[in-house]
């Protein structure tokens, strides 16, 4: 939050956590929403992976189903999108996300929505492979591009 804000403030821009959605989208220019499960569920999940504990997974699961049951009406609809700038604020989402009426029956984004965003979205998501491969490779090596620079003189040689 604080590198979000401190972010914002150096480019001219701005930034505020809400707990309303309509005050969120009201004058917004572009909604990106997190995952409906809080943060630190990720690093619980990734562990209980590791580890392999089926009950452990089954007993989150339940956790966050029952957190998403508080936040029902944080869908993203045509209505909520008129609250935006002029009505045309841009809607990206990393995917895959919970679309009312074809994933699921109560989701996070209206069928309408996501068809109107439908282009973007997978524009969008279809860099995340690489966004996630560079953050693995950041995070497993010391010096990332040293690796990268070795990476592409072998395939050069082999090229030859």
Known sequence: MDLAKNQAAESGGSF??????????????????KSWAPYHVMGCRTEL????????L????????????????WECTGK???LT???????LHCLPADIS???CREGELSAAVFDLYKTPL?????FKPYVVAAMMLANRFEDPGEILKQLLENNRKWML
């Open 80 to 82: 909520k999108l008129k």
């Open 16 to 33: 505020r956590a809400l707990n309303s959605m309509d005050e969120a989208f009201r004058d917004a220019d572009i909604i990106y929403p």
């Open 122 to 126: 997978y524009k969008q998501a279809g």
């Open 101 to 103: 009426g074809i994933s």
């Open 49 to 56: 992976l590791r580890t392999g504990d089926l009950k452990g």
């Open 58 to 73: 089954k007993e989150l699961e339940k956790e966050c189903l029952s957190n998403n049951a508080r936040f029902r009406e």
């Open 85 to 91: 700038r002029e009505g045309k604020a841009l809607y």
